[in-house]
């Protein structure tokens, strides 16, 4: 477990473009979803990803089909990165039997377990043991699949996270865990509700590398997430990599947003992550504006599909109530 | 071993090394199967109970693993090697402990598949033992079996005897859903013939351990023994007990039990679960609900007090419900 | 007083321990902390110490034997000292003191057959199984005291009530459903016939109803349908074959018939049971073919001889004699023409008849010779009037005179 944190691979042109278009693709994503329930189609409650797309898209830049993933209550971003379908997603979050989950599941249960999603959880810090326990069964089985575990701020302070991350550590887990600092846990500010000021020195107390990165910028998340992977699969062990970033909206909406001011927001926006990513694709030259806009145009496009797809999907039949409690 | 060949084809064991037995075998049969739990492989003997006696030896310590003391990870990473492809069997020291892995257990595991609309598979065994009559006390003492039934999604077994342990045991880990599986700590030495080869006992099928004409007696763990022990002495009194142990409580075999009611007329459910909200109030509901027209009398439960299980042995004794307690209960129903 | 040895708890789970070696021999001075015995457990093998010094009276437990935790295995004190001669080990169980008695709060449930109904309120207090056995026996619960709890009647009151009306079997209160003996039966069955006609005639008010019926149809069918029967490996269906099912057809027009009287007042049946005297040694047995109008001449014809040949050798389950809502005799064989039979209680009526016999009758203004039949009803009149019974009895003539209609469903 004495690997350094290596870097990971270059990214080449066509997957910087992915990435734009997949920030885009959340960020609108999110953006429907909110009408939606707004408009009183989506039933339950909804948390919003938005200002937060560097995170995911970053993190499952550096991720294989194979490797595998939990998520939060906030996981539409992770899973769309992960390569989850906006319209099996979308069909759910309305409750319809042709969404992921059946219906069954619902927001905060997304799951697409052949695509490496663990799901999507409503329990803060659920899915923390659960990534543990996949990278457990790789290593068991021999083989190099990497597990990433996104949580937030409130979650590492948890119970589990302590275990896990112990038993991770003991055993050279090839997990990572990626917290995404994005200052409150519902109304608890991360700075007063965290006994450190920089949470990742909690790696500290388990022997496993700490990092921070600037969670606004989807390379720089690639780059630190990216080389934790890359140890993870060298053998070298679990990491935390707490990404320092933003929610430009509520916990869920409806949040009366009374624990923050305006102006705080405001400037967390100019730190705009799909802003950044499209100017560095500019400045490299590997895109224009005009190709930008398309792609805008195209993933808009995308989503107005995927919202027609779900609305016009049927309920799931009362019938179906019992199946699929057990195998 | 201290098997002993009785006949061909059987031999006698303890309920510890049947389920070693089970453990071994399908360690032996299936890559995917491993153990993990607290002092299950450095721990002499094979854990405090020796049911993990030699595997360590055999299969080293990827697969038979000790934890730290973690119970929530425990579980938690168990759900989430299981969901990665593993068939992992997680070990709980005492059911008592399984209280702090009650997250991954209720939330994830039971409700993982279900969710996720039946496109996902937790298949996980969780294994503890229960049970009082040693004066280990009130931590250290408790049948939660209930709590568990109580959670769609999960599977709980109660094995009462050797051969069952073991077959049990084996369909569990066969079997694709999270299952919990319920040992008691005053039945791992006792001994029970135990066929040889494979041997597997299906989830969700009781067994009349006991044929009788006036009394159905239902009973978990130990209580199986000491109804079967009141059957004997009431025997002599022309009055005969017929005792059926459910040994799966859910899914549950609730046609056996009421197909015996029908005979009898007259149903005693027991366990050493608490008495208020056990699985006997589930039981007895549903009896009532199932067969009303053939109860000659209402069904009685005898069950451990609803108080924390004391220390002291005459304590301890009055708690719990006992051979005497099951015989004059049957006496009653037949006066 | 001599000190004991015991084999000692090393273990969480140990309960027994085998004693491998004694270090010390019987006579041989002992001091405290001295190595004393070696025990084997399922784990190791371990050396023990002398609790007390003094000397090795008596090794209870000799080497190579297995005895439970906590057992003598030894005694230890001074030469003279008296020890029971022998003491075989112990039991394993630890002391077993008397379980304190627990207060009542703890235990929610059971209070034992606690009713929440207060005695005396007037409420009739029957099990479910009881209830049912009951109704499907027509028997009156309020006429029954009840025997469990609380005077609650169970399935045992309703039983012995049944074992009391039925006939031919030896033990009233026994449940299980066991054949008949000959040997025990006939004595009792005698007292049983006795007191039960002499209650019929005492307690209904009953008279019995006399018609003819020509029977030409009826042979003729019995002998075709007969022939068919035959050829299926069957028999030929008897003349009382043909009238259960006729009486049978006619209960089902006239519900009336099929009825009992109770403190309440007549009460129909809702089932038709029609009974069957046989005549067995020393006595009379009536098996009960079940919902006679919804079995064809076929089955009944089966079931009687079943039943016929079963009850005269006294092989019968109670149950075949039970439930019964109306009775057909047959003394036909005996060349008896017409005769008065006593009411079967609680039946309120039963179909007696007399021999198929060749004589004179008119047809239209001629004389023909004609096979004919007596039939006699007799009826309880506080049930059902004259003129229904009649009416009974006319259809049941009608039937058997036109007997295609005994093989319409």
């Known amino acids: ?94 409750g319809r039997a042709a969404g992921y989950c059946k219906g069954k599941g619902g927001s905060m249960h997304i799951a697409d377990v052949e695509a490496g999603i663990l799901g999507a959880n409503g329990i803060v810090g659920g899915g923390m043991g659960l990534a543990t326990g996949a990278a457990l069964a790789t290593k068991v089985a021999g083989r190099d699949e990497v597990a990433v575990c996104f949580f ?25 865990y990626v917290c995404e600092n994005n200052q409150y846990a519902m109304s608890a500010r991360a700075d007063r509700f965290t006994s450190v000021p920089d949470p990742a020195v909690r790696a500290g107390s388990y022997g496993f590398p700490g990092l921070s990165c600037d969670g606004m910028d989807a390379l720089a998340v690639y780059k630190t997430v990216g080389g934790a992977v890359a140890r993870a699969r060298a053998g070298g062990g679990p990491s935390l990599v707490v990404c320092v970033t933003y929610r430009y909206l509520g916990h869920h909406v409806g949040d009366p947003l009374n624990y923050r001011d305006k102006a705080e927001v405001e400037a967390w926006r100019t730190k705009d992550p799909i802003e950044r990513l499209r100017a560095a694709l500019l400045e490299r030259r590997v895109l224009t504006a005009a190709d930008a806009d398309v792609m805008r145009a195209e993933v808009e496009r995308e989503i107005d599909d995927a919202v027609a797809f779900a609305k016009a999907s049927p309920e799931p039949d009362p019938a179906t109530l019992a199946e699929d409690v057990y195998a | 071993m201290s098997a002993v060949e009785t006949h061909a084809g059987t031999r006698v064991l303890t309920y510890a090394e049947a389920l070693n037995e089970a453990l071994r075998e399908e360690m032996r049969r299936d890559a995917r199967v491993f153990v993990m739990g607290e002092d299950v492989a450095v721990w002499g003997g094979g854990g405090v109970f020796g049911v993990t006696k030699g595997l360590v030896e055999e299969f080293g310590t990827e697969r038979v693993r000790d934890t730290p003391i973690s119970e929530e990870g425990i579980a938690a990473l168990a759900v989430g090697a299981a969901m990665a492809g593993a068939r992992p069997v997680a070990e709980f020291m005492y059911a008592d402990f399984m209280t702090l892995a009650m997250e991954p257990i209720v939330n994830q595991a039971a409700k993982i598949r279900y969710m996720f609309g039946g496109k996902a598979r937790v298949p996980v065994v969780f294994r503890a033992q229960e049970g ?58 006792t001994k029970g013939p135990v066929p040889a080869g494979e041997h597997t006992v299906p989830l969700g099928v009781a067994e ?58 007259r149903l005693i459910v027991t366990h050493e679960a608490y008495e208020r909200c056990g699985i006997g109030a589930e039981i007895v509901a549903q009896v009532v609900a199932q067969a009303f027209d053939a109860l000659d009398a209402p069904p009685v439960r005898l069950c451990a007090a609803n108080v924390p299980i004391p220390y002291a042995a005459s304590l301890e004794m009055a708690a719990l419900p006992q051979v005497d307690g099951l015989v004059a209960a049957a006496r009653g129903l037949m006066a | 007083m001599a000190t004991e040895v015991v084999l000692p708890k090393l273990g969480l789970t140990q309960e027994e321990g085998t004693v491998v070696r004694w270090i010390k021999s019987e006579g041989s001075r002992v001091a405290k902390g001295e190595p004393l015995f070696e025990v084997m457990t399922d784990k190791a093998t371990i050396e023990v110490e002398a609790p007390a010094s003094g000397v090795l009276l008596r090794i209870l437990v000799p080497e190579g034997t297995t005895a439970p935790v906590a057992a003598p295995i030894a005694l230890i004190g001074e030469p003279g000292e008296r020890v029971a001669a ?4 112990a039991t394993a169980a630890p002391v077993a003191p008397r379980a304190a008695q627990p207060s009542a709060s703890v235990f929610g449930s059971n209070a034992a057959a606690g009713s929440t109904v ?133 209960l089902r027009d006239h519900p009336r018939l099929n009825a009992r009287w109770t403190d309440g007042g007549a009460r129909l049946l809702p089932e038709i049971h029609v009974g069957v005297a046989v005549a067995v040694d020393e006595g009379l047995v009536v098996p009960v073919i079940r919902r006679a109008d919804r079995a064809s001449l076929a089955e009944i014809s089966a079931a009687l001889r079943d039943l016929s040949e079963r009850a005269r050798t006294f092989r019968l389950a109670p149950a075949e004699m039970e439930g019964g809502t109306f009775t057909v005799t ?50 309880d009149h506080r049930v059902v009037d004259g003129a229904p019974a009649a009416q009974f009895l006319q259809r049941v003539k009608h039937v058997l005179e036109h007997p295609y209609l005994l093989l319409l469903p």
């Open chain 3, 118 to 250: 207060a005695p005396g309120d007037g409420r009739v207090r029957v099990s479910p199984r009881a209830r049912v056995l009951a109704a499907s026996h027509g028997v009156d619960l309020r006429a029954l005291r009840g025997s469990g709890p609380d005077g609650r009647i169970i399935e045992r009151d309703v039983q012995r009530a049944l074992d009391a009306g039925a006939r031919g079997t030896g033990t009233a209160a026994a449940v299980p459903a066991v054949p008949v003996v000959p040997a025990a039966v006939s004595a009792r069955m005698r007292a049983v016939i006795a007191r039960r006609m002499t209650e019929s005639l005492q307690s209904t008010a009953q008279l019995t109803l006399t018609t003819e019926a020509d029977m030409a149809e009826a042979s003729k069918l019995r002998e075709e349908a007969g022939a068919e029967l035959e050829r299926r490996g069957g028999a030929r269906p008897t003349f009382t074959d043909l009238i259960v099912r006729a009486a049978a057809i006619a």
């Open chain 3, 330 to 379: 047959n003394l036909g064989m005996y060349d008896i023409d017409a005769f008065t039979p006593i009411l079967n209680p609680p039946e309120a009526a039963i179909l007696g008849a007399g021999r198929v016999h060749r004589r004179p009758v008119a047809v239209g203004d001629r004389v023909a010779v004609r096979p004919v039949m007596v039939l006699s009803l007799t009826f």
């Open chain 2, 208 to 265: 009349r351990k006991r044929e009788g004409r006036h009394v159905t007696v239902v009973g978990v763990h130990t209580m199986v023994h000491k109804a079967l022990q009141a059957a004997e002495q009431l025997a002599g009194e022309g009055i005969e007990l017929e005792v059926i142990d459910p040994r799966t409580l859910v899914p549950f075999d609730l046609e056996t039990i009421v197909a015996s009611v029908r005979k009898t007329g």
């Open chain 3, 86 to 89: 022998g003491a075989p080990p």
């Open chain 2, 132 to 189: 009082a009559g040693r004066g280990n006390a009130a931590q250290h003492s408790q049948s939660l079996e209930a709590w568990f039934c109580h959670i769609p999604g999960l599977k709980v077994v109660t094995p009462s005897t050797p051969a069952d342990a073991k077959g049990l045991l084996i369909s569990a880990i066969r079997d694709d859903n999270p299952v919990v599986f319920l040992e008691h700590k005053m039945l791992y030495n």
């Open chain 1, 1 to 94: 477990m004495s690997a350094a944190v290596t870097s990971p691979p270059e990214l080449s042109s066509a997957q910087l473009v992915d990435m734009l278009r997949m920030m885009l693709r959340i960020r609108q994503f999110e953006q429907r979803a909110i009408e939606l329930y707004r408009d009183g189609v989506m039933r339950g409650t909804t948390h919003p990803y938005i200002g937060m797309e560097a995170v995911a898209v970053g993190a499952c830049a550096a991720l294989r089909r194979a490797d595998r993933i939990t998520s939060t209550h906030r996981g539409h971003g992770h899973c769309l990165a992960k390569g989850g379908d906006p319209r099996l997603m979308m069909a759910e979050l309305l």
């Open chain 1, 152 to 176: 937030g701020d409130g979650a590492l302070n948890q119970g589990i996270f302590h275990e896990a991350a112990n038993m991770a550590a003991i055993w050279g887990l090839p997990v990572v």
